[in-house]
């Protein structure tokens, strides 16, 4: 069965201390990865996909990154605008996407 | 840049009443999405929506949700008789679909709460 597990559930930072978030995925024929960000009352916003192990992308402050089993988000010297839940979420063989149950990051100036 | 909106933001309805939650997709998009959820749960598919049918859905989808694309802009999910535990945020999302793994744009949700 197509899964997606985040963690951890929640993560409370300071400004400029950078950390990481996994998110472990188990999908058959994997189509796409996708990280979201998603602010209390919003709708996921999209950040990034990634297709394949070994691919990375980056955006301001953010770093994703995938292997065959995981993905990671790094985040590089957060300031407080950072906060806000995580998403991520895979596509396997048919057009549904998986979403885990996210990490809501708090970072504090 | 191109968005999905939807309508309304906050909907109360009574246990037992229809509601129809309403969406405008991003316009040169072909896939549509209804996805739940509930208050600090994961976010949850309901439906999939392509070339005017259902493509899947999931057994939260029962026979009380149906889905429509009244025209050429709006996508509509309608649930007949409400219950309780309906009351959620229901997002719409769409994508473009060019080749698979596009990603979903998602609109900022209505709130549904049922009483």
């Known amino acids: 069965e197509d899964q997606v597990t985040q963690s951890p559930e929640a993560l409370r930072l300071q400004e400029g201390e950078s950390s990481s978030l996994n998110c472990s995925y188990t999908?058959?024929?994997?189509?796409?990865l996708f990280w979201y960000r998603q602010d209390p009352g919003k709708g996921p916003e999209f950040l990034f996909t990634l297709y394949s192990a070994g691919e990375e992308k980056e955006k301001e402050r953010l770093k994703a990154t995938l292997t065959k089993k995981e993905s990671f988000l790094h985040i590089t010297a957060p300031k407080p605008e950072d906060s806000a839940t995580y998403l991520c979420a895979v596509q396997g063989n048919f057009n549904k996407f998986y979403f885990g149950s996210g990490t809501k990051l708090n970072v504090k100036p | 840049e191109p968005e999905v909106t939807q309508t309304p933001s906050h909907q109360v309805t009574q246990m037992g009443q229809e509601v129809i939650l309403r969406c405008v997709p991003i316009?040169?998009?072909?896939?549509f999405y209804w996805y739940r959820q509930i208050l600090g749960q994961k976010v949850e598919f309901l439906v999939s929506?392509?070339?005017?049918?259902?493509?899947?859905k999931s057994e939260i989808f029962d026979d009380q949700f149906s889905v429509e694309r009244p025209d050429g802009s709006n996508f509509t999910l309608k649930i007949r008789s409400t219950k309780l535990e309906d009351s959620a945020m229901y997002f719409c999302?769409?994508?473009?679909?060019?080749?698979?793994?596009?990603?979903?744009?998602f609109g900022n949700g209505t709130r549904l709460t049922v009483t």
């Open positions: 316009s040169n998009h072909l896939y």
């Open positions: 999908v058959s024929g994997l189509r796409g």
């Open positions: 999302a769409s994508s473009d679909l060019t080749g698979g793994g596009s990603p979903l744009h």
């Open positions: 929506f392509y070339n005017n049918e259902i493509s899947e």
